[in-house]
């Protein structure tokens, strides 16, 4: 299979894993089609307020400590999942992460970054090497577990993940949750970091 080939694959892939994400999403939340949230809040997808709570999770993070969702609730979270050792979608989708970051500038301590690994062989030094070589400096989580345990919270956020030669496919998604810990944007790929970076200022900002 070609480079093209495999590269087109994993966009319909990651497509359809994220339509079928907002489809359950939908099921508990009303999609914003005008008015202020379209224009203080931007992504694939922006959810009305008070949208959905974000699907509850306990998992380790890279210190070795439990980690609960619950929390962060009082600021903006940005939850995605990757491989530290994947070597197509996760090192660019971490560079873009870093950008969104530089893009909110003194709004950045308002946001925690919240990675869910896709896979339980992730080691704490091997999510610290991808940050670093990311650069990305602000508050983060690498949060890992047992099969089970990350199957649970992929299924949630309507995850896709399927092991491939050398590699893994996975949807490529950012869900943005307000500080009352309701999703409100579910941005999938192209990420756009300074549009990440618009919607998590207005969150931060107050209710929208």
């Given at each position: 299979?070609?480079?093209?080939?495999?590269?087109?694959?994993?966009?319909?892939?990651?497509?359809?894993?994220?339509?079928?994400?907002?489809?359950?999403?939908?099921?508990?939340?009303?999609?914003?089609?005008?008015?202020?949230?379209?224009?203080?809040?931007?992504?694939?997808?922006?959810?009305?307020?008070?949208?959905?709570?974000?699907?509850?999770?306990?998992?380790?993070?890279?210190?070795?400590?439990?980690?609960?969702?619950?929390?962060?609730?009082?600021?903006?979270?940005?939850?995605?999942?990757?491989?530290?050792?994947?070597?197509?979608?996760?090192?660019?989708e971490g560079a873009e992460l870093a950008?969104?970051?530089?893009?909110l500038g003194s709004a950045r301590g308002?946001?925690?970054?919240?990675?869910?690994?896709?896979?339980?062989?992730?080691?704490?030094?091997?999510?610290?090497?991808?940050?670093?070589?990311?650069?990305?400096?602000?508050?983060?989580?690498?949060?890992?577990?047992?099969?089970?345990?990350?199957?649970?919270?992929?299924?949630?956020?309507?995850?896709?993940?399927?092991?491939?030669?050398?590699?893994?496919?996975?949807?490529?998604?950012?869900?943005?949750?307000?500080?009352?810990?309701?999703?409100?944007?579910?941005d999938a790929i192209p990420l756009l970091?300074?549009?990440?970076?618009?919607?998590?200022?207005?969150?931060?900002?107050?209710?929208?």
């Open positions: 299979m070609t480079t093209r080939r495999l590269a087109y694959l994993s966009a319909c892939i990651a497509g359809l894993a994220v339509a079928a994400t907002i489809i359950a999403l939908s099921l508990g939340v009303t999609f914003a089609t005008g008015g202020p949230h379209r224009l203080d809040l931007r992504g694939t997808e922006v959810f009305s307020a008070p949208g959905r709570l974000a699907p509850r999770f306990t998992l380790r993070d890279q210190q070795g400590k439990r980690f609960r969702l619950s929390q962060t609730r009082g600021k903006v979270v940005a939850i995605t999942f990757m491989d530290a050792n994947c070597r197509k979608n996760c090192p660019i950008s969104m970051e530089r893009d308002r946001l925690d970054l919240v990675v869910v690994a896709i896979t339980p062989r992730n080691t704490p030094g091997e999510a610290q090497r991808f940050v670093h070589r990311a650069h990305i400096h602000g508050r983060w989580f690498w949060l890992t577990g047992s099969y089970d345990q990350l199957s649970k919270v992929w299924r949630s956020y309507g995850i896709l993940v399927r092991p491939i030669k050398g590699d893994i496919e996975h949807t490529t998604v950012v869900y943005l949750v307000d500080p009352r810990g309701h999703i409100r944007v579910a970091p300074g549009q990440l970076a618009e919607s998590i200022r207005a969150l931060a900002a107050g209710p929208v």
